[in-house]
């Protein structure tokens, strides 16, 4: 059998864009709806299987709080691949992911394979005005339907999930800085092993 390449790879991102639910999904498969917020960093490993060689990542997933900054260096030191990941819901998380992106161009290995994601496209694709955050349930067929008019506006408002960062933006974005382009969903699982199998593809074969 092919002997697997170690691809040391670092997940960053704003605090609660899904970074720790990508992981689960690509490595277990699976996505829970209340994920602990990561302390510091976790690590895990996943093989991923091509057909002229496989790649085992050596995962670092990093919390995002702003407090544990100072730690990012130490994981992306020697990374070959990062994913950068924000919330579609969310236009200031890719702020904090273009800042990443500069920080890796600056500091990290200059021949990183960097992935741009926009998370949690679930909340938004549906073409309805979009689950209310905190609605918990993964209830598809909506039941509520039918007594939603006794709401009131301002509510709706505040809660409606929309999405803020188009992807023609975001992708026009990650062309100009070179990076890798992907819109996925850890919690239907959209996308999800399309960004591990295509950073593979882009790491050299030594
Ligand atoms: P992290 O801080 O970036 O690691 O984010 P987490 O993975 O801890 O996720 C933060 C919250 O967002 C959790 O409640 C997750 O269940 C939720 N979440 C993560 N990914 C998705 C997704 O693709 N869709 C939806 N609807 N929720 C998600
Ligand atoms: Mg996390």
Redesign the pocket.
């Known amino acids: 059998s092919m002997k697997a390449v170690q691809v040391k790879l670092v ?1 960053l ?10 992981v ?1 999904r690509f490595v277990n498969d699976e ?8 302390i510091g960093a976790a690590f895990l490993t996943q093989k991923c299987r091509l057909e002229d060689k496989v790649i085992k990542f050596e995962i670092w ?1 990093t ?2 709080q702003e407090r544990f900054h100072s730690l990012a260096p130490m994981y992306y030191r020697n990374a070959q691949a990062a994913v950068v ?1 924000y919330d579609v819901t969310k236009a200031s998380s890719l702020e904090k992911a273009k800042s990443w992106v500069k920080e890796l161009q600056r500091q990290a290995n200059p021949n990183i394979v960097i992935a741009l994601t926009g ?5 938004v694709s549906t073409g309805r005005k979009g689950r209310r955050q905190g609605d918990g349930e993964a209830d598809e067929d909506e039941q509520e339907d039918d007594d939603t008019v006794d709401d009131d506006e301002e509510d709706d408002e505040d809660y409606a999930v929309t999405r803020q960062v188009a992807t023609e933006e975001a992708s026009a974005y990650a062309q100009e800085a070179g990076l890798l382009f992907f819109e ?5 699982g959209l996308g999800v092993a399309e960004v591990f199998t295509e950073i593979a593809k882009k790491i050299p074969l030594e």
Do not use: H, I, R, Y
């Open positions: 997940l991102g704003e605090a609660a864009v899904g970074k720790s639910s990508l689960l996505f829970q709806e209340n994920k602990e917020p990561t997933d919390a995002g990941v998370n949690k496209v679930d909340l996925t969903s850890a919690k239907n």
